[in-house]
């Protein structure tokens, strides 16, 4: 199997981007480290990056055509994040809805709700944000306790939610939410997609440990979705949070080139610190296993690519690099702080401590090596009480 996702097509593909990548990104985040942006400003800046993709024809690369998508392949679609990645493009705003409602809506969607939603979220004009977590349910989701009571035409919600990006400026939310007060575990449950601008809908954010807020609670007091906007039948939105299949694939690919970028700045910067400021310690030669293990991470991001694109199975390979990417991060930056640079203690600081959610945002890696051992490996399910673990 090849590993360069070379070829002509991929090429001359790789180069109109490329070219256009060279003008496209705005000053303002090519000079964020020596004038750093207010959040506000961030996200302005981020929503406008979303619709310059979708300007351009680089959005929904995988959707089909029919629903304004560009209709092709995983090659392309890898040579896109990977070149947004080198070039150090902002990330848009719209993940949820590109990654998550758009596909689900795609799959399980009535033609109702792909009118009304597909054609907003790959304009970037609807941002959406991922209504899972709960106080009490975050690994285990099955246990969430949000219900949305039907009533005359649609549902009433009550509840709450937590560690929700990007509810600040989302316009609607892909909701989890409990239908049934009497059905067991997994089959009491919808997805949802709920109207954010609603007075009974307050977001409240929260301050990380590094000083950001990039989440946020949302409490829902008697907030209503129409029941045209349930997605998929009632009581079966088990399925849609799962997201195996199709619904899964792009995310891993952009997730992982997104990480790689990262990773690949972080090894460059320990190996300049390490040069510096103690090049006999044995630091510089760690500094080049990490750079080797970076460029080792994004090798299996292609072959990951090059299985998707040929049909072939890959959530094995999916599940392992899910994790090893995070945990590689949090390794790097536990080692440059560890080095003490005096020029960039700041730096080091900040970076440890934005990466120590890392390992847990996506679904912890403990579940995820759970994941690993049962579903990929199919080793014996330790014995464990009610809990369900997060869908992979
Ligand atoms: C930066 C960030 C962004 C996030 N964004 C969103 C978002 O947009 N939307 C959303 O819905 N959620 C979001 N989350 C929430 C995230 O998905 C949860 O934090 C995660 O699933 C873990 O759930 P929890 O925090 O409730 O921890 P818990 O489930 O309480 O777990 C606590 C600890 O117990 C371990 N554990 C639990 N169950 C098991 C088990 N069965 N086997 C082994 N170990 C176990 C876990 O690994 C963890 O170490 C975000 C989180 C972060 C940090």
Redesign the pocket.
């Known amino acids: 199997m090849l590993h360069t996702l070379a070829g002509p097509a991929a090429g001359s593909y790789r180069d109109r981007l490329r070219e256009w990548l060279e003008t496209a990104i705005p000053l303002q985040w090519r000079q964020r480290d020596e004038h750093p942006l207010t959040i506000d400003a961030e996200h302005e800046l981020r929503r406008h990056w979303g619709r310059r993709l979708f300007a351009a024809g680089y959005a929904g690369l995988t959707w089909p055509r029919e629903f304004g998508g560009q209709g092709l392949g995983p090659i392309e679609e890898f040579i896109l994040y990977d070149e947004l990645a080198r070039a150090d493009a902002p990330e848009s705003l719209d993940t ?1 809805g590109k990654y998550l409602a758009g596909p689900a809506i795609i799959h399980r969607g009535s033609d109702a709700q792909r009118e009304k939603y597909l054609r907003k979220i790959l304009s970037g004009d609807e941002i959406w ?13 099955a246990a969430a306790s949000t219900v949305a009571k039907p009533i005359e035409g649609g549902y009433r919600i009550t509840g709450r ?7 600040a400026v989302a316009d609607r939310c892909y909701l ?1 939410a409990k239908t049934s007060p009497t059905l067991p575990r997994r089959h009491n449950l919808s997805v949802l997609l709920l109207d954010m601008h609603q007075p009974s809908v307050q977001v409240r954010p929260i301050k ?1 440990i590094s000083g950001a807020a ?2 946020n609670e949302v409490v829902f007091d008697g907030a209503r979705v129409e029941a045209a906007d349930r997605l998929g039948p009632e009581n079966a939105g088990w399925e849609l949070v799962g997201m195996t299949g199709p619904f899964r694939r792009v995310r891993f690919v952009r997730d992982g080139l997104r990480h790689y970028s990262e990773l690949r700045d972080l090894a460059a910067r320990f190996r300049e610190c390490a040069q510096q400021h103690c090049p006999a310690d044995g630091s510089v030669a760690r500094a080049d296993r990490f750079v080797e293990r970076v460029e080792l991470y994004r090798w299996h991001l292609m072959r990951l690519t090059e299985l998707q694109a040929n049909e072939r199975d890959w959530f094995g390979p999916a599940s392992v690099i899910r994790y090893t990417g995070t945990e590689l991060s949090q390794q790097i930056t536990e080692a440059g702080l560890a080095l003490a640079c005096p020029r960039d203690g700041a730096y080091w600081r900040l970076r440890y401590l934005d990466r ?3 390992t ?8 995820q ?2 994941v690993v051992s049962t579903a990929v490996l199919k080793l014996p399910r ?1 014995p ?2 009610q ?4 869908p992979s």
């Open positions: 949820i944000c991922e209504g899972y977590s709960e106080p009490g349910a975050g690994s285990d989701l939610k937590i560690w929700t990006s990007f509810a989890l990380q990039y989440f120590r959610s890392a847990i945002s996506g679904g912890s890696v403990q579940i090596r759970n330790p464990r009480p809990s369900a673990g997060r």
